[in-house]
């Protein structure tokens, strides 16, 4: 936290030093600038890279106090960002749409720079990777340490960048409503989006790290099938699972990022190598339809779309926003089964899921920690072993470290590991991928990340929309999610469906009036 604050400071003292930023200037505005207005900024000399650059850090400075999204800024991104400036100036054909863009990165995705990458643990602070950063990196984002998968961690929480907000017992934040919890591991970039503390942000999800974080914050979450994009420099839980994916407040803006990061990695041979196949000449701009709905086959599975969970009027907002995509043009289909025993797949898929994990967690995170050119901790004995050493910064006595110790009592993929990677295997193909075939589906529409396992067994894709906010002001969205490779036909109907609804709307900080 301490660095965090220094880092903090010297972002106030750029903005200081360079003229602060407000919302608007030179008629550009700032607050909920997309990619494409920002490029049109760029264009007609109304914005430039460094302007934008400065009102991201006076928003991390003025917000991050509150929110605690970022966990650290990079003390290099006005100089990218006047870098990028330059590039433009003196060859304005130079430049792809993310082009000076500032990004947010959450905390487990490798830049070699400055900026830490550390899962948000005190563990990995000051190691140094082999991979070099990209465009205008602002910082990074405050994630779940390491990536919710060490203990009884609260969404949110890490040792390096703190809780969101302790507004409750157990402390959780959300921009809209600061009691709320900001869900999942990737929530630091998903309260940043929403608050408009960057241009856009990067998330990664193992189940549900991405979906949930972007349907409870009133964003776009694209969970990409497994492999689309690299996972190269990324501290992983399992390469079977793990996807990069953005993050962002519009469904185009969203499309924009998967288009820059889709694609093969060496360093990622094996899993990007097979998913390139998926990629469609031209990129995936071009699924950015109005009439995206029009003529699509969209399943509503039994057992999510419940009074139990979301009562009546949270329902009636979901069966209204199912009866707008009828409207144009999607044939709903209802009433149908994802398997048998919904519930009680439903209820232990990720304790059945946890069983190959931990092994695939101690294999994966061992290989990237031996990997770095430095590291303080080498091993995940090593980081078991440094949080034993500080357990008061670490909040060992509250949140313990159980999934980490569990994860290095494994010995590779045994025989019980590979029963239970047999179970998933079946659960998989028997269930959504037989779904989607025989009703020949573009997509299944569930609430939130309901379905977000059914996904991350299948390496399948999924996008959440904002669909609206419940009575407390907590935002929810609307999923949409296919088979591998269904991209372009989930970016017709997101676009679509964002544009037919338009529900996001900027967080007004419910709960600023209690002191910080």
């Not at 469904?251 to 924009?256: E, G, L, P, Q």
């Not at 399948?460 to 991209?487: D, H, S, W």
Request: proline share 5%.
């Amino acid at each position: 936290m301490a660095q965090l604050r220094l880092r903090l400071a010297a972002a106030i003292v750029t903005v200081a030093a360079v003229g602060g930023a407000c919302s608007t200037a030179a008629g550009f505005e700032f607050n909920e600038a997309t990619v494409d207005t920002i490029q049109l900024g760029f264009r007609n000399g109304s914005l430039t890279s460094t302007a934008l650059v400065r009102f991201y850090l006076n928003q991390i400075v003025s917000l991050n106090p509150l929110l605690h999204a970022v966990i650290e800024v990079n003390p290099d991104a006005v100089a990218q960002a006047a870098r990028a400036d330059a590039e433009r100036a003196s060859d304005h054909r130079c430049c792809g749409p993310l082009h000076g863009v500032p990004i947010l990165l959450k905390d487990n995705i490798a830049t070699r720079d400055k900026l830490n990458t550390t899962a948000g643990s005190l563990a990995l602070l000051g190691s140094v990777v082999r991979r070099d950063a990209g465009a205008v990196i602002l910082g990074k984002a405050n994630p779940s340490e390491w990536s919710h998968f060490r203990g009884g961690l609260p969404s949110g929480w890490s040792a390096r960048g703190g809780q969101t907000r302790v507004f409750v017992e157990l402390p959780m934040k959300n921009p809209y409503v600061l009691s709320a919890t900001p869900c999942g591991s990737s929530s630091g970039s998903g309260v940043a989006a929403a608050a408009n503390m960057a241009s856009v942000t990067l998330g990664t999800e193992t189940d549900g790290s991405i979906l949930c974080p972007a349907s409870l914050n009133s964003v776009v979450g694209i969970k990409p099938t497994v492999g689309l994009t690299s996972r190269s420099g990324v501290i992983p839980i399992t390469p079977r699972q793990d996807t990069v994916g953005p993050m962002c407040r519009t469904v185009s803006d969203a499309v924009h990022v998967l288009d820059s990061i889709a694609g093969y990695d060496a360093l990622d041979a094996e899993a990007t190598g097979a998913a390139s196949k998926y990629i469609p000449v031209g990129g995936y701009g071009q699924f950015l339809r109005m009439d995206g709905l029009r003529g699509k086959r969209i399943g509503i599975p039994n057992g999510f779309f419940t009074k139990e969970k979301y009562g009546k009027k949270q329902l009636w907002v979901y069966q209204k926003h199912i009866a707008s995509m009828r409207k144009h043009g999607a044939m709903v289909i209802e009433n149908i089964d994802i398997i048998e025993n919904l519930t009680l797949v439903k209820d232990h898929l990720f304790e059945i899921d946890l069983v190959a994990m931990r092994a695939e967690f101690k294999l994966s995170l061992n290989a990237y920690l031996s990997d770095l050119l430095y590291s303080p901790v080498r091993s995940l004995a090593d980081v078991i072993a440094f949080n034993n050493a500080h357990p008061v910064k670490e909040r060992l006595k509250g949140f313990g470290q159980s999934i980490l110790i569990d994860s290095e009592k494994t010995n590779g993929i045994a025989s019980q590991e590979k029963a239970v990677l047999e179970i998933l295997n079946e659960i998989s193909t028997d269930g959504l991928e037989k779904l989607m075939k025989k009703h020949q589906l573009d997509a299944i529409v569930t609430p939130n990340n309901d379905a977000s396992g059914f996904f991350a067994i299948g390496g399948m894709p999924a996008i959440t929309v904002p669909a609206g906010y419940n009575r407390q002001g907590v935002p929810f969205g609307i999923c949409f999610g296919g088979l591998k490779g269904y991209e372009p036909r989930l970016i017709e109907m997101a676009y679509a469906f964002e544009q037919a609804t338009k529900v996001r709307r900027m967080p007004r900080f419910k709960g600023l009036s209690r002191k910080l």
